[in-house]
C-alpha cells in the first residue's frame, strides 16, 4: 500500500481568532502532492471578465446557495430583482448574479472508520466510489479521500484522475483500536485509535487541504456524528470551514447491529444538521441501505442546484470579525422556500 499521511491533531495552535487543534500535514503529504499530475494551464480570461474576476477575489463577498421548495424541489428561475442579500442585518447592493451550475468543484470525501462504522464500511465505499464517477469531471474537478477514527489519514491527495481516487477509496479501512481483536496496545493509553475525532478531523481538511484551494471547495462527511475524541468542539470545526469556504455535506449513517436498521441507533442528526447548515449544506440520513446511493445521488444534486452571488460589502474595516450573511427571496410569493448558504464570513485582518 502506497504512503499515506497523517493530519495530525496532536496539540494546539491558534487559529485567526479561535484557538484549534494543529492539523498539519507531514512532509510525505507534500511528497504525495509532487506526485499529482501538473495542472492545467487555466483557459484565458476575456479581457471584459477580467475586472469582475479580480473584483471577485479581492474585494467582494461571494456566496453560493440553493434554494428549495416545502416539497424538496428546486427553484431554478430566480432572477436579481427577486434577491435581497444582508450583512449584520445591513442591506447590500448585488454586484453579480447567476446560475452557477459548472464552476469546478474541490471535494475532499472523509469517511469515518471508527467502530461504529466497520460493518457499513463495504456499502459506503461501493456508494462512494459510483459519487466519484458521476460527479468528478476529469480536467476540471479535483477531489482526496480522507479516513479518519481518532486521528485522520490522507489516502489520496487532490486528483482529477477517478482511478487514483477510487484507489484511495479502496484502500479505507477498519482497523481494530489497541487492545482490541489483536490490537496493538497503546502507549500509556494515549493513542486515540478506535476513537471518533470527527472535529479534529474537518479542521484538518478544511485548513490545510482546502483553504487555499479554488473552486467549490466541499467536504462530504460520511459518518453517524458521534465524535468521540476530538480535542476541538463542533462550534470549531463551524468556524474553520468558514474561514476555508468550505461547504460540508453529510451523510449520517449508523451501525445496522445497534438496532437493526442501516441508522441503528446512535446517528447524532442534530449535530451534523448544525454542523452542514451552518456551512450552506445538508445532512442526509438514509432508511436503509437502499436510500444511502439516492442519499449520494441527492448531495450531487445539491452541489450543482446553486446560484452565485457577490456583493462588495459596506462595511469596509478590515479588522477580521464574523459577519452575517442572510439572503431573501421577498418577491417570490411561495412560502417555505429554503435557502441553503452559509451563515457569514470573517474579513481580513488590514
Known amino acids: 500500500m502506497k504512503a499515506v499521511s497523517k493530519l495530525s491533531v496532536l496539540s494546539g495552535v491558534l487559529f485567526a481568532g479561535i484557538m484549534a487543534a494543529s492539523a498539519f500535514f507531514p512532509r510525505d503529504l507534500a ?25 471577485l ?16 424541489r428546486y427553484i431554478d428561475n430566480l432572477k436579481q430583482e427577486d434577491l435581497q442579500v444582508f450583512e449584520n442585518g445591513q442591506l447590500q447592493t448585488i454586484f453579480t448574479f447567476k446560475k452557477e451550475f459548472d464552476l469546478p468543484l474541490t ?14 464500511l463495504p456499502q459506503l465505499k461501493d456508494a462512494g466510489a459510483h459519487f466519484i464517477d458521476s460527479v468528478i469531471r476529469t480536467g476540471k474537478d479535483t477531489a482526496a479521500i480522507i ?81 468521540t475524541t476530538s480535542r476541538m468542539r463542533l462550534d470549531d470545526a463551524i468556524n474553520e470551514a468558514l474561514r476555508a469556504e468550505v461547504v460540508i455535506y453529510a451523510i449520517g449513517i449508523g451501525d445496522p447491529a445497534s438496532g437493526g436498521t442501516f441508522i441503528g441507533n446512535g446517528v447524532n442528526e442534530g449535530a451534523l444538521k448544525k454542523l452542514t447548515e451552518a456551512t450552506g449544506g445538508r445532512a442526509v440520513i438514509p432508511n ?63
Open 107 to 120: 471535494l475532499a470525501i472523509m469517511v469515518d472508520v471508527s467502530g461504529s462504522e466497520q460493518y457499513v
Open 288 to 350: 436503509s441501505r437502499r436510500d444511502l446511493d439516492s442519499a449520494f445521488a441527492q448531495l450531487e444534486q445539491d452541489m450543482r442546484q446553486q446560484y452565485l452571488l457577490a456583493y462588495e460589502p459596506t462595511n469596509e474595516t478590515l479588522d477580521g470579525s464574523f459577519r452575517k450573511i442572510e439572503i431573501k427571496v421577498p418577491k417570490v410569493k411561495e412560502k417555505d422556500l429554503k435557502i441553503r448558504h452559509r451563515r457569514g464570513y470573517y474579513a481580513p485582518k488590514g
Open 147 to 227: 479516513k479518519f477514527e481518532g486521528e485522520a489519514t490522507l489516502m489520496q491527495g487532490l486528483t482529477s484522475n477517478k482511478n487514483r481516487l477510487r484507489k484511495g477509496l479502496e484502500e479505507v479501512s477498519y482497523i481494530a483500536p489497541p487492545g482490541q481483536y489483536g490490537g496493538t496496545p497503546g502507549i500509556n493509553g494515549g493513542s486515540r485509535q478506535g476513537g471518533t475525532s470527527i472535529w479534529d478531523s474537518i479542521i484538518a481538511a478544511s485548513a490545510d487541504l482546502l483553504a487555499r484551494e479554488a473552486g467549490r471547495k466541499t467536504i462530504v462527511l460520511l459518518t453517524d456524528g458521534v465524535d
Open 57 to 72: 477575489g479581492t474585494r467582494l463577498v461571494n456566496t453560493l446557495f440553493s434554494v428549495t421548495d416545502k416539497q424538496n
Open 31 to 55: 511528497q504525495a502532492q509532487q506526485q499529482q499530475p501538473p495542472k492545467q494551464k487555466p483557459k484565458e480570461t476575456p479581457a471584459d471578465e477580467q475586472e469582475q474576476v479580480l473584483k
